[in-house]
């Protein structure tokens, strides 16, 4: 993997774009098998990366990051960020609640599949300079997030597949948690880690978690495609 900075951010930019808009796709998609056509009235089923941005979350947020840790590190160690999400009308499903947590889980399943496409392309390919670097980091974004779209919290895929599978009491308590948004995953993953770390006590349960399996879905990936990872 290539040790240049500006280089790596390139590479890695080049490798997000089409997992996140295939995650998206994915979504809009399965919708349209279960009967709502919304995603696609809105022309949200297109492979322009244009037609998915969110401008706080897909450029504003992650150009800070990059930023911010370019000056401060030299390394890029963590990168957060999301799409414009696809939008879906349940009340045209013959099961509304089943059918959003399936089209919820289209969005992870896909990332899985192209991490997987890409660890059999490493195998081939693995050794062409830029080309390697490339499907590297392709299929370290995609199950990173495959993963972090799993995390059983609205408005995550997880938590949305929670409240499908989940009897309805419960659900329906989950599904409150959506109303606070983005500020609840903010704050777990950003301000109540840094607060905590002021008083010395170590609190990052979300990027400890991808610490740990990100490596290790790899690792299985690449040993699927045969290939000895090292991570």
């Known amino acids: 993997m290539t040790h240049n900075p500006i280089l790596s951010v390139a590479i890695s930019v080049l490798a997000a774009i089409p997992a996140i808009v295939l995650h998206e796709l994915a979504h809009g998609y399965a919708a349209l098998a279960l009967g709502d056509r919304t995603a696609q009235r809105a022309g949200r089923l297109s492979f322009n990366p244009l037609r998915h941005v969110d401008r706080f979350g897909t450029v504003i947020l992650p150009l800070f990051l990059i930023a911010s840790q370019l000056l401060t590190i030299g390394r890029i160690d963590f990168m957060f960020g999301w799409a414009k999400p696809v939008p879906v009308d349940p009340s045209g499903f013959r099961d509304p609640r089943r059918g959003m947590a399936i089209v919820a889980a289209a969005g992870p399943l896909s990332n899985f599949v192209l991490a997987l496409a890409a660890s059999f392309a490493i195998a081939a390919f693995g050794n062409v300079p830029m080309l390697g670097d490339f499907l590297l980091y392709f299929l370290l974004f995609n199950i990173v997030l495959g993963l972090f779209n799993l995390l059983p919290l609205p408005p995550f895929d ?65 040993h699927l495609a045969g290939v000895n990872a090292g991570f």
């Open 158 to 222: 997880g938590g949305r597949i929670a409240v499908g599978l989940l009897p309805l009491p419960a659900a329906r308590m989950l599904a409150r948690v959506e109303q606070l948004g983005i500020l609840l995953i903010l704050s777990v993953i950003f301000i109540l880690p840094a607060l905590l770390g002021q008083f010395g006590i170590r609190f990052n349960p979300v990027s400890d978690a991808l610490s740990l399996w990100v490596p290790r879905v790899a690792a299985w990936f690449l």
